[in-house]
T-cell receptor, first 112, second 116 residues
């Protein structure tokens, strides 16, 4: 089976940097993704890491270490609109398919 | 490009009743997914279609849930009969091709179901 661990809540100040960690255990691994979901909204894709290292997209970066079964999402220059839930999700082997398996999410609150 | 459409947005039913949800994916997207998201948790895949064929329904409670995508475009998810624990948001998502590792999934706004 698969399991993912991420903090349930994080609070950070506007303009600051925040890191959301994710550790996972899977049977087979085909990459780590991050999704953002505002309250009442749809999850939206942020990033994907298939290989070790850092991927940067604007203010957001994501890192993966396959040997440590660990990744993180880094949000820089935080804005109030970044207040949302952030989910890590692994691609793992399941009955011949490689579905996305989501963590429980980290609720980020950005305060002034 | 229009996003993933879902209806209804909200539904309240009593336990043991039936309910159906509809999803229209992004035009041209071959792969369609239904997820269940219980409050405070991440989405959980219920079923994945590639065109009109089922790729993965290993987590679909088949005694009460069913889904179809007859013409390879829109899809319906049905619950019959509903239980209290089915209260959740049902999310539909689509992706362009084969659902490969790096492929982005685009989610619809979801249907919020409350079973009383």
């Amino acid at each position: 089976g698969q399991s993912l661990e991420q903090p349930s809540e994080v609070t950070a100040v506007e303009g600051a940097i925040v890191q959301i960690n994710c550790t996972y255990q899977t049977s087979g691994f085909y990459g780590l993704s991050w999704y953002q979901q505002h309250d009442g909204g749809a999850p939206t894709f942020l990033s994907y890491n298939g290989l070790d290292g850092l991927e940067e997209t604007g203010r957001f970066s994501s890192f993966l270490s396959r040997s440590d079964s660990y990744g993180y999402l880094l949000l820089q220059e935080l804005q109030m609109k970044d207040s949302a839930s952030y989910f890590c999700a692994v691609r793992a082997l399941n009955s011949g398919n490689t579905p996305l398996v989501f963590g429980k999410g980290t609720r980020l609150s950005v305060i002034a | 490009e229009a996003g993933v459409a879902q209806s209804p947005r909200y539904k309240i039913i009593e336990k043991r009743q039936s309910v159906a949800f509809w999803c229209n994916p992004i035009s041209g997207h071959a792969t369609l997914y239904w997820y269940q998201q219980i409050l405070g948790q991440g989405p959980k895949l219920l079923i994945q279609f590639q065109n009109n064929g089922v790729v993965d329904d290993s987590q679909l409670p088949k005694d009460r849930f069913s889904a179809e995508r007859l013409k390879g475009v829109d899809s319906t998810l049905k619950i019959q009969p509903a239980k209290l624990e089915d209260s959740a948001v049902y999310l539909c998502a689509s992706s362009r091709a084969s659902g490969g590792f790096q492929e982005t999934q685009y989610f619809g706004p979801g249907t919020r179901l409350l079973v009383l």
